[in-house]
């Protein structure tokens, strides 16, 4: 029966690693790290996020704004505002809240963020960094599944990862963090040939192709290590993840569940980011 990697327990462990951080900052710059969020449009779910997100940051003694703009906001309104955020000398990280208005073209904004403050890690050239092997700004999701692997003892090196799923967000990004810690990486997907042929093979799984219960217990190596970022809803509209947990638990050595497992690490390490990017923006100055 695997060991359950407990999410709650590790992103509070996080929290406090950061309190910590922010109370040091606050002590040495007279000012504490400053977290802005763009939230435009009306969706329901990204008000969620972006109301424990602000939570979160005042909880670990951040400064920073929310600024909530109607659906009716312009493109040339959202580039303006972030590049007033950009020039803003308190602030520190800023992350803009997907989706988008329609007509709002997401690729442009999100390129338009100073990517030393781009603390969700989407800008390119965040991304060319993490694949480079160079310090930057990575995605707090894929950060997340590492930092629980890491609390679950896991051996990465040399260790055989498939990654299903090949998101920009955590896909693509995961597999260059386990790459990144010498792992043997196969990138998988919803149109990888013999997927559980391929599965079977793996020390660790990471599964994130958003399929409620897609990969079996049959599916695994016994002792597998499984993270699952999937966060679906079954027949019965209960949460669950991209992992089948009842069956997979009997085979595993450890398992994220769901809720509970990645989903908490995500806000962990969005504040992680926000206090190394003030550390390093105060750094350069």
Not at 62 to 80: C, D, N, T, W
Not at 120 to 131: I, R
Not at 210 to 236: C, F, H, Q, S, Y
């Amino acid at each position: 029966m695997a060991r359950l990697i407990d999410g709650k327990a590790v992103a509070k462990a996080v929290r406090d690693e950061v309190a910590r951080g922010v109370a040091a900052f606050r002590e040495l710059h007279g000012r504490a790290p400053g977290l802005h969020v763009v939230l435009a449009g009306d969706d329901q779910a990204s008000a969620v996020y972006v109301r424990n997100k602000e939570k979160a940051a005042a909880e670990v003694g951040m400064a920073g704004q929310v600024h909530r703009l109607p659906s009716s906001v312009s493109e040339s309104e959202l580039l303006a505002l972030v590049q007033r955020l950009n020039a803003d000398p308190s602030v520190d990280g800023i992350l803009v809240q997907l989706p988008l208005p329609a007509g709002v073209r997401s690729n442009l904004v999100l390129d338009a963020v100073d990517p030393g403050k781009d603390v969700d890690g989407f800008h390119p050239v965040n991304v060319g960094a993490l694949w480079a092997g160079l310090p930057g700004l990575v995605p707090c999701t894929p950060r997340g599944c590492i930092r629980l692997l890491d609390e679950a003892s896991v051996k990465l090196e040399g260790a055989r990862a498939v990654v299903i799923g090949r998101s920009n967000i955590v896909g693509k990004p995961v597999s260059a963090l386990l790459l990144a810690r010498s792992a043997t990486v196969t990138m998988a997907h919803s149109k990888t040939r013999d997927l559980p042929e391929l599965c079977r093979q793996a020390d660790v799984i990471v599964a994130a192709v958003g399929r409620t219960k897609m990969v079996r217990g049959d599916w695994l190596k016994p002792g597998a290590a499984v993270i699952d970022v999937g966060m679906n809803r079954d027949e019965n509209n209960k949460l669950c993840g991209d992992v089948d947990f009842a069956s997979a638990e009997p085979v595993a050595s450890v398992i994220t569940p769901v809720p509970g497992g990645v989903g908490p690490m995500t806000i962990a390490m969005l504040l992680e980011n926000t206090l190394k990017a003030a550390e390093r923006r105060q750094g350069r100055g």
